[in-house]
């Protein structure tokens, strides 16, 4: 069983920036980060592997950077020239069934609480 807790969120403005961490208890193969707004479906927003290989969501490309720090257990999330509709709960997600990188929730066994994130005009 993996344990995972997120921090980092908070409210900025569009444009701006901030940095998810995500603790985890043990080493995790699949990492990712999703987030889901009021309403909306949980979706997914980058995915790492322990090798490093990387998968991004469209709407985050360019803007987001998804690493891990293997030796600490831990995933980040940095999110640059936010805009609104990245305001959501993002969550950290270890351990995924699926046989590459996937951003399908469906896969992923453990699951932090969540971190909120608001961006505001």
């Known amino acids: 069983r993996v344990q995972v807790e997120e921090s980092g969120g908070g409210s900025v403005q569009v444009g701006g920036s901030l940095r998810l961490s995500c603790a985890a208890s043990?080493?995790?193969?699949?990492m990712a980060w999703f987030r889901q707004a009021p309403g909306d479906r949980r979706e997914g927003v980058a995915a790492?592997?322990?090798?490093?290989?990387?998968v991004y969501a469209e709407a985050v490309k360019g803007r987001f950077t998804i690493s891990r720090d293997n030796a600490k257990n831990s995933l980040y999330l940095e999110m640059n020239s936010l805009k609104p509709e990245d305001t959501a709960m993002y969550y950290c997600?270890?351990?995924?069934?699926?046989?590459?990188?996937?951003?399908?929730?469906?896969?992923?066994?453990?699951w932090g609480r969540g971190t909120q994130v608001t961006v505001s005009s």
């Open positions: 997600a270890a351990d995924s069934t699926f046989a590459g990188l996937t951003l399908d929730p469906v896969y992923f066994f453990y």
């Open positions: 043990t080493y995790a193969d699949s």
């Open positions: 790492i592997d322990g090798r490093g290989s990387i």
